[in-house]
């Protein structure tokens, strides 16, 4: 099956600084990623996602790049603020994706004043 | 909309005991799916639903059992209760087409103690 590994465990940065999470999977036939962001007792909610056949996309302060051929993908958040401070997951699914996402550990993103 | 909605939100079960942890959506979604989080480990999946009458196991199904009755409810029973069954529960759909993304319910934090 599908393995994702996530890292950081945690990041810390200054306000204001950039923030990159990288994630890699196992399987080649996997073709959806999401990020999901969750604040402390909170569930999970999708903040942006890339389909195999898009490299980069991006949504106002937020983007995902995606390299099919080393299977890694990475979620980049510029220009910080307190808001952002939350514990982010990957994922991957492949085909139609009936037997769910495969989800990393997740990264806990401190935003530091 | 109320979306994805799950019951109890919290529960404290003694070793041996049973429950049933209930999950409704009203978005008429045939993919469901049910995920335990434990800290630092992020998201795994238990068992799943493609539609009403089927079901399949996922990564981590020992000590659960699920139904689905209906398109809109899939509850997830717990016999025998033991603590490492100590978790947050959270029910997700999915419209089931290429990609969609998980609408995630709001989790149900249990204890076995």
């Known amino acids: 099956g599908e393995n994702v590994e996530q890292h950081p465990s945690t990041l810390s940065v200054q306000e204001g600084d950039s923030a990159v999470i990288k994630c890699t999977y196992s399987?080649?036939?996997?073709?959806?990623f999401p990020w999901y962001k969750q604040e402390l007792g909170k569930r999970p909610q999708l903040i942006i996602d890339?389909?195999?056949?898009?490299g980069e996309k991006k949504d106002q302060r937020i983007a995902v790049t995606l390299n099919k051929t080393a299977k890694h993908f990475s979620l980049h958040i510029t220009e910080t603020q307190p808001e952002d401070s939350a514990v982010y997951f990957c994922?991957?699914?492949?085909?139609?994706?009936?037997?769910?996402?495969?989800f990393g550990k997740g990264t806990h993103l401190i935003i530091q004043p | 909309n109320a979306g994805v909605t799950q019951t109890p939100k919290f529960r404290i079960l003694k070793i041996g005991q049973s429950m049933t942890l209930q999950c409704t959506q009203d978005?008429?979604?045939?993919?469901m799916y049910w995920y335990r989080q434990d800290p630092g480990m992020g998201l795994k999946l238990i068992y799943y639903?493609?539609?009403?009458?089927?079901?399949d196991k996922g990564e981590v199904p020992n000590g659960y059992n699920v139904s689905r009755s209906t398109t809109e409810d899939f509850p997830l029973r717990l016999e025998l209760a033991a603590p490492s069954q100590t978790s947050v529960y959270f029910c997700?759909?999915?419209?089931?087409?290429?990609?969609?993304?998980?609408?995630f319910g709001n989790g149900t934090r249990l204890t076995v103690t």
């Open positions: 997700a759909s999915s419209s089931g087409t290429t990609n969609s993304p998980l609408h």
């Open positions: 399987d080649s036939a996997s073709n959806y």
């Open positions: 890339i389909r195999s056949n898009v």
């Open positions: 994922a991957a699914i492949r085909g139609g994706g009936a037997d769910g996402l495969t």
């Open positions: 978005m008429n979604h045939n993919y």
């Open positions: 639903s493609v539609g009403a009458g089927i079901t």
